[in-house]
């Protein structure tokens, strides 16, 4: 992987919150997930700690000590995989990439209640960098993803906790990879952007559609993205910010905008003060309707759709933390953990085990 250096801008003076260290995870890691569980506790699987270095261990945070403990292994190393918190409680863990960079379709389990992994059978395809929503029925939408580089994926399936089984559904109008997916409320799902083919990003949204099991056309963002974040705001619009355009690391961008589930339409909103991108896990909805984007870029900022305008966080991370994540937790903070620098071109990124608290 060819990375390249990146320009740290500097934020205007800190309007909302602040940030403080939160420990070290067990490993280094980015690209994995964190799942918040009933118990309060943090679940994070997997990750890189740089190019073809994968991790099955995980951790657990515990926000009433301030600390990382391991839990069970998976069965493989995964990176670029997805963590679904079920109805029942335990987390669904799908796809990703094995060392030596191959793509995985055999999923598993995480009991909370035993700290362990057990198997999940296998999707009906091979998947990495794809999206998991859990529908409203209790079913998980899986769409998208690689199957192995460049063969991306339109194909979409349902996991049933109920039965354990994997069944196809309808597909993409387009392959897209690394895209973005946000259950609306309506309990309809909306996918926007990604990439179709090598180099080829593009701007086209649609719609799925539990009830038919099919996707339809809904627009297009006002420029192609990929890489990038979307949050459900406490009006039932879709906010989406950053990502990049075909240059990938040249082509960050501030720019920002909002859906309307009603008109089906994408209108620009402000722009962010830092360009971030590779942050699709690592944004989120705050108590007060905010929106965190936490990774991507050193400044964490927040959106506040009452003013439509972006601040800046109190306090930065070590770097742009590319592929972390952010979990909103009981207490209202958010813990902000991992992900992976610029790198070198001779060395590539490199991850940390660093966390950090953001309190409102």
């Avoid at 799942?35 to 261990?57: C, E, Q, W």
């Avoid at 006002?222 to 009006?235: I, M, N, T, W, Y």
């Avoid at 501030?254 to 699709?280: G, Q, V, W």
Wanted: aromatic fraction near 8%.
């Amino acid at each position: 992987m060819l990375v390249f250096p990146v320009t740290r801008e500097a934020c205007p003076p800190s309007t909302a919150g602040t940030l403080e260290a939160a420990g070290n995870m067990s490993v280094a890691r980015a690209s994995h997930t964190a799942t918040l569980l009933p118990n309060g506790k943090v679940l994070i699987t997997g990750g890189m700690g740089r190019n073809g270095i994968f991790y099955a261990d995980a951790d657990l945070y515990n926000p009433a000590t301030g600390k990382f403990t391991p839990t069970g292994s998976m069965s493989v190393r995964r990176t670029s995989h997805t963590a679904t918190l079920l109805p029942n409680g335990k987390v669904l863990i799908a796809g990703g990439i094995e060392a030596p960079y191959h793509t995985l379709a055999p999923a598993e389990i995480y009991d909370p209640a035993t700290g362990r992994f057990s198997s999940a059978g296998r999707m009906t395809a091979m998947r990495a960098a794809h999206h998991a929503v859990l529908l409203r029925d209790g079913k998980v939408l899986i769409l998208g993803g690689e199957e192995e580089w460049p063969n991306f994926l339109a194909s979409a399936e349902l996991y049933d906790y109920r039965t354990g089984a994997f069944t196809r559904t309808g597909s993409m109008s387009t392959t897209r990879v690394p895209h973005m997916a946000v259950l609306l409320e309506n309990g309809r799902v909306l996918v926007a952007g990604g990439t179709h083919a090598r180099n080829d990003v593009i701007a086209a949204a649609e719609i799925y559609d539990p009830a038919r099991g099919t996707f339809s056309p809904a627009g297009a963002m006002s420029e192609p993205r990929h890489k990038h974040a979307g949050v459900l705001l406490p009006d039932g619009k879709v906010l989406i910010a950053g990502g990049s355009d075909n240059r990938d690391w040249r082509g960050q961008l501030t720019s920002a905008e909002i859906f309307d589930p009603l008109t089906l339409k994408f209108s620009p909103a402000a722009s962010m003060n830092s360009a971030r991108f590779k942050h699709s896990q690592a944004a989120v909805i705050l108590r007060d309707g905010r929106a965190l984007f936490a990774g991507g870029a050193q400044t964490p900022e927040l959106f506040d759709p009452r003013t439509g305008r972006w601040s800046a966080a109190g306090g930065a991370l070590d770097g742009p933390r590319y592929f972390s994540s952010a979990t909103l937790l009981p207490d209202g903070t958010v813990l902000i953990a991992g992900g992976y620098d610029a790198g070198h071109p001779d060395t590539g990124p490199l991850s940390t085990a660093r966390a950090w608290l953001f309190k409102p």
